[in-house]
């Protein structure tokens, strides 16, 4: 994997080992699991090198829209690659569990939804759809009912700057993210 015989992650508790775990408490929670970098990865540029190598290049592949989101942090000076590689060290993400509210914090996530999102317009496009009701499932999670919300869409603006974004249900949302609809046409500027 390109590094030297120290390993790249120091963990109050080792996460990828079934039953190491010693607390009850979850990631992020007051006496759950922690890790952080391997300090000796940050002594010097190339030792930072190595670990960004290791972190990035197993995933990113020859991929050129991953590839270059990669390149910018190789652009970072010494101490933002340090800022960058410390957050990913110290998320406590087990890679490839896109299935929890936890799944933002893999960085994978970010470059899979992207990919789903392109896939669902080809859909829409190819007129494989039938039926384009969005359908709720049973959820406690206010960004998978029909009813809910999502927070993080304050200060987003449509064409019509009134539409309060953070207001919208995942019902309307899904109407104005749909490519053939005239919410998509009006209020999504491209």
């Known amino acids: 994997n390109g590094l030297d015989m120290e390993y790249p992650l120091e963990c109050s508790d080792d996460p ?3 039953g190491a775990l010693t607390t009850t408490a979850g990631p992020g929670e007051s006496g759950g699991p922690s890790c952080t970098c391997n300090s000796y990865y940050f002594q010097d540029s190339d030792k930072l090198l190595q670990l960004i190598n290791a972190y990035f290049l197993d995933w990113v592949g020859t991929n050129s829209a991953q590839a270059a989101t990669v390149q910018m942090i190789y652009d970072m000076d010494f101490d933002q690659q340090i800022d960058v590689m410390s957050r990913l060290c110290g998320r406590f993400q087990f890679e490839g569990d896109l299935a929890g509210s936890g799944a933002a914090t893999d960085p994978i996530f970010w470059v899979v939804h992207g990919a789903v999102e392109r896939l ?3 859909i829409y496009f190819d007129d494989i759809l039938t039926d384009y009701d969005y359908i709720e499932r049973r959820s406690t999670c206010s960004g998978h009912i029909g009813t809910g919300t999502k927070d993080w ?3 987003y603006k449509f064409e019509d700057e009134s539409i309060q974004a ?7 949302l899904a109407e104005y993210l749909n490519p053939l609809s005239d919410l998509y046409r009006d209020q999504i500027d491209f």
């Open 16 to 18: 990828w080992q079934n």
């Open 120 to 122: 669902m317009q080809k």
């Open 153 to 155: 869409l304050q200060g």
């Open 166 to 172: 953070e207001l919208l249900t995942n019902v309307e």
